[in-house]
């Protein structure tokens, strides 16, 4: 058998993504260890030599290779398994656009694990340039809203494409309950099921394989009484940034033995931004700025911190993987929820930050390890017994004729 696996952007300096690959190939080689795996990725040799398969290029993310130039990857692939991240609702139409084109290779399709946010990609779902300034014009003429109406129009035609194209899908799995119930505005769905995201399955590697820059980046570290980890995304970068900063300083004023360990998900993008945190505190020398690439090693660190503090969500799964709490800060409602499973909550959105109530929840989650870590290691049982019940469906599609 030969199984692609694709559909988000693998291999593109994105943490989450990558912990998402690794353990949707671990469960996949669990499930059938005699197949062979092929990633679509734009990371080939790395993902090659780490895992020791065949790659093809990233279709859908590269303009030299589009969605529909999938099909030149097909030969003898059995399944292509669409995995991870909130695709559904980042690029729908991409979405659809492969997973029609493995089908009409003669290719069985499954979505695995995928995220839907309550709304979808606003960049491809707004008016912009010329389009942008006719739909103000004609607001500000005659009350039209053009742009709203346009929105609703798209967002109705790309609906209906969902539902055509999950429909004939082998099985389709969410990431979670929510996002099976944001599909459902599309279609009903009566086969389709939630389990969980894959990374909660994300292994770690043991804490003399991190590879830190210098013996003493990792005493720094490991000398702290109490660390805080720290991801915020450039990718939607928090608006009241100064404040943001400010607060940082405020609890290291607060806690003498607190260290801030600053962990891009982006190891280029974020970093440069984080980097502007440690450059604007009046403590720098307790902010440490980390750069790991593999999911393994960052959640080695997670693992060793009091409190996470992100934009991003995987860093807070990676963290929660060990039973470490998290303050997110929020960019649509995948944060959100996630957290609320856990007891956790946001301290408002990258747009909004609440202050007060990130500082209100940070203190709770220093105040309460113990506490916390009994109530969630309930939840994430329950968490992984639902993506085992998913994968259970994924044995039995995988094995059908």
Not at 66 to 86: C, H, K, M, N, Y
Not at 201 to 211: D, I, M, N, R, S
Request: aromatic letters at 6%; charged letters at 25%.
């Amino acid at each position: 058998m030969k199984i692609l696996l694709g559909g988000v952007p693998f291999g593109c300096d994105n943490i989450g993504d990558e912990a998402i690959l690794a353990s949707v190939i671990g469960l996949v080689r669990g499930i059938c260890p005699d197949a062979e795996l092929v990633v679509s990725t734009g990371d080939r040799a790395g993902t090659e030599r780490k895992f020791g398969l065949k790659t093809v290029p990233l279709y859908g993310f590269d303009p030299a290779t589009p969605a529909d130039r999938l099909a030149e990857s097909l030969d003898g692939v059995d399944f292509f398994i669409w995995a991870g991240a909130t695709g559904l609702s980042d690029y729908p139409e991409m979405a659809c656009t492969l997973l029609e084109t493995a089908r009409s290779g003669g290719v069985r399709t499954v979505v695995w694990s995928v995220g839907m946010n309550d709304a979808f990609n606003p960049f491809f779902f707004s008016l912009h340039g010329k389009k942008k300034r006719i739909a103000d014009a004609v607001r500000s003429c005659c009350g039209f809203d053009l742009e709203k109406r346009w929105t609703e129009r798209r967002v109705r035609a790309v609906r209906l494409r969902l539902a055509r194209t999950l429909g004939e899908c082998s099985l389709v799995v969410l990431r979670d309950p929510k996002s099976l119930d944001v599909l459902r505005r599309c279609a009903p769905f009566p086969d389709a099921v939630a389990g969980a995201d894959t990374a909660i399955l994300q292994k770690q590697c043991a804490p003399e394989a991190v590879p830190w820059n210098s013996e003493s980046e990792r005493d720094l570290f490991r000398g702290a009484s109490a660390r805080m980890a720290v991801c915020v995304s450039e990718q939607n970068r928090i608006r009241e940034f100064d404040k943001f900063a400010g607060w940082i300083d405020d609890m290291l004023e607060t806690h003498p033995g607190l260290l801030v360990a600053t962990v891009p998900m982006n190891p280029k993008k974020d970093f440069l931004v984080m980097e502007e945190l440690r450059r604007s505190s009046k403590h720098p020398d307790r902010i440490l700025p980390l750069r790991f690439p593999e999911p393994e090693e960052v959640q080695a660190v997670a693992a060793e911190c009091s409190v996470i503090v992100s934009s991003r969500l995987h860093l807070l799964i990676l963290g929660l993987n060990n039973l470490v709490p998290g303050v997110g800060i929020a960019r649509g409602s995948k944060i959100e929820y996630f957290l609320s499973r856990f007891g956790l909550t946001t301290a408002g959105t990258t747009d909004a930050l609440d202050l007060p109530r990130l500082t209100e929840s940070v203190e709770w989650a220093l105040a309460h390890q113990d506490e916390f870590r009994r109530r969630a290691a309930s939840v994430r049982a329950g968490l992984l017994a639902d993506l085992d019940r998913a994968k259970t469906l994924l044995e039995q599609v995988l094995a059908s004729p």
